[in-house]
């Protein structure tokens, strides 16, 4: 499966954003989503995941409240809904697909490009 995200940009502090990323292929609700960041300098950081039908999500501390994720399986594409923005939400977002439930980037098998959210103080 292809991934790409897209719906990045520049923002204040407080300010919403939503992530979009579309899967190419007809096996989308086949795989549980995740999205991941990672921001200059870092490791990349899990954020969140959901399963293939919607009914299980999870998400970091650092995001709970705040990002919401969800699917939209007809239209092949996961979102990430990120309301009350900070500075250090700021870094380049990727969605990835996985056969299995996880937080390990390394369980993910397939990775969008990114997108870049900047949070400005």
């Known amino acids: 499966v292809q991934l790409q995200a897209s719906g990045g940009g520049l923002v204040q502090a407080g300010d919403s954003l939503r992530l979009s990323c579309a899967a190419s292929?007809?096996?989308?609700?086949?795989?549980?989503m995740g999205w991941f960041r990672q921001a200059p300098g870092k490791e990349r950081e899990f954020v969140g995941r959901?399963?293939?039908?919607?009914?299980?999500?999870y998400y970091t501390d650092s995001v709970k409240g705040r990002f919401t994720i969800s699917r939209d399986n007809a239209k092949n594409t996961v979102y990430l809904q990120m309301n009350s923005l900070k500075p250090e939400d700021t870094a380049a977002y990727y969605c990835?697909?996985?056969?299995?439930?996880?937080?390990?980037?390394?369980?993910?098998?397939?990775w969008g490009q990114g997108t870049l959210v900047t949070v400005s103080s």
């Open positions: 990835a697909a996985a056969t299995s439930l996880s937080r390990v980037a390394g369980r993910y098998d397939y």
């Open positions: 292929g007809r096996t989308f609700s086949s795989y549980l």
């Open positions: 959901i399963s293939r039908n919607g009914d299980s999500i």
